[in-house]
């Protein structure tokens, strides 16, 4: 089992920043790809950033030169940093993780979502 803990969402105003995390826990042996998707209401989950087999970093067009993926392996956590926040930047934000377990069997995991408010 894996699970994935987030955090770091809240209220910003525009122009402001936030860092998210996501820690994973359990029987993973690797990881194949870790990224952040967000979905607004009334819009399809879309990719914000994440990270692919290799260790090269993927951005969605809007996000690019705002927001930076980043990792640290040894407490098996992804995190987020948003700068330059926009008002379209609010949604829910979700982590994803997907690789193999002990045992042989393959995961892909969602975490639980947490908000992101860009409001004056």
């Known amino acids: 089992q894996v699970q994935l803990v987030e955090s770091g969402g809240g209220l910003v105003e525009p122009g402001g920043s936030l860092r998210l995390s996501c820690a994973a826990s359990?029987?993973?042996?690797?990881?194949?790809?870790m990224g952040w998707y967000r979905q607004a209401p009334g819009k399809e989950r879309e990719l914000v950033a994440r990270?692919?087999?290799?260790?090269?970093?993927e951005y969605g067009g809007s996000v690019k030169d705002r927001f930076t993926i980043s990792r640290d392996n040894a407490k098996n956590t992804v995190y987020l940093q948003m700068n330059s926040l926009k008002p379209e930047d609010t949604a829910v934000y979700y982590c994803r993780w997907h690789g193999l377990l002990y045992g042989g069997r393959w995961f892909d995991h969602w975490g639980q979502g947490t908000q992101v408010t860009v409001s004056s």
């Open positions: 359990g029987s993973i042996l690797s990881v194949e790809g």
């Open positions: 990270f692919i087999k290799g260790g090269s970093r």
